[in-house]
């Protein structure tokens, strides 16, 4: 069957079908037999496809082929007016590089993993004397050992919190322990060993770093033993306190082990991954099994077109995770993915060591399987349940603000700060799925530059908000193809705030999209919250609405959001020294600074004869210490 004798028998096609297939037929005798990945690209440059191939020309040549593609590949080659290829040395090469591509592109044609945030890991320092215990999110560019990943940020807190009270190790950070005269609260309920004032030895410090590691790399059993060992030795010699100590500590193992073991044989590092999935939504739940201990489990839901399958669905969920993720040892699947070995020599590669992919077919890892499995088809039911609920609400406000349609895309702001210091501006993003977190952003506000804030101007504040955020939009994508633009603005605030974004949308460009600003009622009472929209009188809604208590969980949520990004910009500030700026002065020269004058500021009013008196302190570190703060560095 001919190009034309298709376009004619089936009239439904895309109407530019035939230009993509001519394009595709012209670029197809351009390619080599070559391993590598390809990029279809629409006439505005976006991104609709990323793939990879054994022999480029022969893939792309598949797509020329109607009668064999589609409804979904016919719209693709349809929008298709640019192709480029990258040639690879092996398809395990194009492989990890069609993950990077798509993870980094989003191309809305492939299968897309969305919701990838980082997960958190336990880090024991090694680029300090006195090591630290701590959480950690993202690359690992500290030196160190990794643990983890964990399920939630609340698994590692609880974590660390029962490490600390084992192994007496230290969860400060580096600038608050050299700046410590005195032992810390910490030290006083038995949590640490107190290393920043010399309460401990390096040596035996180190010893208890090695016991945590052991801990946490498998060893749990004998170091409990050596716990129990020590209790009793104590016991016998009457010294109670001691054995109590000894005691506290087989507690706070036991706590982690409580939640944390399983009884597979055999199975040290390894995640369970199951797939449930319901029309173009899936659920794909993931187990982190790290030295034998359980980590916690975790939902990711991903959409798609009907006719991928179970395994083509689970391939570019495993190529997406595992493309920033190390991956373990092995990797225990409900469904085998395409391409298991192709995708296992990927994930080696990328891992440093073989790493094994295999469907379990009876035993214990099997029912580690079913059950992560039913976890899957559970989380998958009330996504789908939340999606509905969201979606009609979503529809009541699109009647209420008097919209075309429902938004896909609402974003809510709010500012924070105290007396105009530390400010911040926060923007969440809601749509029919809910939060999606991955596209919060923060705004550390600018006090120069258009738009400068006044501190504890709350409208400059908000103006300074919308127009960095727009600004960007109008740069990144001034055609509104993509998915960044919202269909609604929520601003916290009252008629005020609503004039001051309506001004600089006005300025920019953009006042068709809906904004709508959200004022606390009489009292502050929850329920009685007024409405303000441009060319409309304000007006409320009953307390008991549903549109009402879906637009204050839209609105808390921004302000938690900003609240959250403040104090911890305020935090970071307090925990700054001046000290951290002057180069040659390191942590003892800090301390010794710091446990003389008592302050950062008293060391920077101090006089040259003053800083030459502290102990460790030469006449040359005292002169640089001085022209430092009074040359105008701090």
């Not at 798609?304 to 990797?331: M, R």
């Not at 999209?513 to 009953?542: C, W, Y």
């Not at 609405?545 to 500030?573: C, N, P, V, W």
């Not at 008293?602 to 001085?626: C, N, T």
Request: positive net charge; glycine residues 8%.
């Amino acid at each position: 069957m001919t190009e034309q004798q298709t376009t004619e028998k089936s009239p439904n096609l895309p109407p530019d079908l035939g230009r993509g297939l001519a394009y595709l037929k012209a670029e197809v005798r351009k390619l080599g037999s070559d391993p590598g990945v390809y990029r279809m690209m629409n006439g505005a440059g976006e991104v609709l496809y990323v793939g990879k191939a054994r022999n480029l020309a022969r893939r792309v040549a598949s797509y020329t082929q109607p009668n064999r593609l589609s409804n979904r590949l016919m719209r693709m080659v349809s929008e298709t007016e640019t192709l480029e290829v990258i040639v690879t040395k092996s398809e395990t090469e194009a492989l990890l590089l069609e993950s990077n591509l798509i993870k980094k592109m989003k191309p809305r044609y492939n299968i897309l993993l969305r919701d990838d945030k980082s997960l958190p890991q336990i880090l024991l320092t090694a680029d300090h004397e006195f090591g630290q215990l701590t959480k950690h999110r993202g690359r690992k560019t500290r030196k160190g050992d990794y643990f983890g990943p964990f399920a939630s940020a609340g698994a590692v807190n609880r974590t660390v919190a029962d490490l600390a009270r084992a192994f007496m190790l230290r969860t400060c950070s580096d600038s608050v322990f050299s700046a410590r005269t005195r032992p810390c609260l910490q030290y006083q309920i038995k949590r640490c060993s107190g290393p920043c004032v010399g309460l401990v030895s390096a040596g035996d410090y180190a010893a208890q770093m090695d016991q945590a590691r052991r801990f946490l790399s498998g060893e749990s059993a004998k170091i409990q033993r050596d716990y129990a060992t020590r209790m009793h030795a104590a016991a016998e010699t009457l010294e109670f306190e001691t054995a109590a100590i000894w005691r506290n500590r087989i507690r706070a193992l036991s706590g982690i082990q409580a939640n944390q073991d399983i009884n597979v044989p055999n199975l040290h590092d390894a995640d369970i991954i199951a797939l449930a999935r319901s029309g173009e939504k899936s659920c794909i739940q993931t187990f982190f099994i790290r030295g034998g201990s359980n980590y916690g489990n975790r939902s990711y839901f991903l959409t798609h077109n009907t006719e991928s399958g179970d395994a083509a669905v689970l391939t570019a969920f495993l190529g997406q995770f595992y493309d920033d993720k190390e991956p373990p040892a092995e990797i225990l699947v409900s469904v085998m993915p395409d391409e298991t070995t192709l995708l296992a020599e990927a994930l080696s590669i990328h891992a440093g060591r073989t790493v094994r992919i295999s469907r379990p077919q009876r035993g214990a890892r099997t029912k580690l399987t079913e059950m992560a499995r039913r976890n899957a088809e559970e989380a998958l039911a009330r996504n789908l349940a939340d999606t509905s609920s969201q979606r009609r609400l979503l529809g009541e406000l699109a009647e209420l603000f008097n919209m075309d349609s429902p938004p896909d895309r609402v974003e809510i702001y709010d500012n924070s700060h105290i007396q105009g210091r530390h400010a911040v501006g926060g923007m969440v993003v809601a749509g029919p799925d809910g939060f999606n977190k991955a596209a919060y952003r923060k705004f550390n506000m600018r006090e120069d530059g258009a738009h400068a804030v006044v501190q504890g101007d709350d409208f400059a504040m908000m103006r300074q908000v919308i127009h960095r955020r727009f600004e960007r939009a109008l740069k990144e994508d001034p055609d509104r193809n993509g998915d960044s633009w919202p269909d609604l603005l929520l601003i916290d605030g009252g008629k005020g705030q609503l004039s001051a974004v309506s001004e600089v949308m006005d300025d920019l460009g953009v006042a068709d999209i809906t904004v709508v600003a959200i004022s606390k009622g009489p009292d502050r009472n929850a329920g009685r919250e007024q409405f303000h929209m441009r060319g409309r009188d304000s007006f409320t809604l009953s307390p008991q609405a549903s549109a009402m208590h879906f637009l204050q969980r839209l609105r808390d949520e921004a302000h938690r959001y900003a609240i959250g990004t403040h104090r911890a910009r305020r935090q970071k500030a307090e925990l700054t020294s001046p000290l951290d700026g002057v180069p040659g002065i390191g942590p003892k020269r800090k301390k010794a600074l710091l446990a003389h004058f008592g302050s950062a500021r008293a060391v920077s009013a101090a006089g040259l004869q003053d800083l030459e008196a502290v102990d460790g302190i030469s006449k040359a570190v005292a002169r640089h210490v001085y022209d430092w703060f009074y040359s105008g560095h701090s």
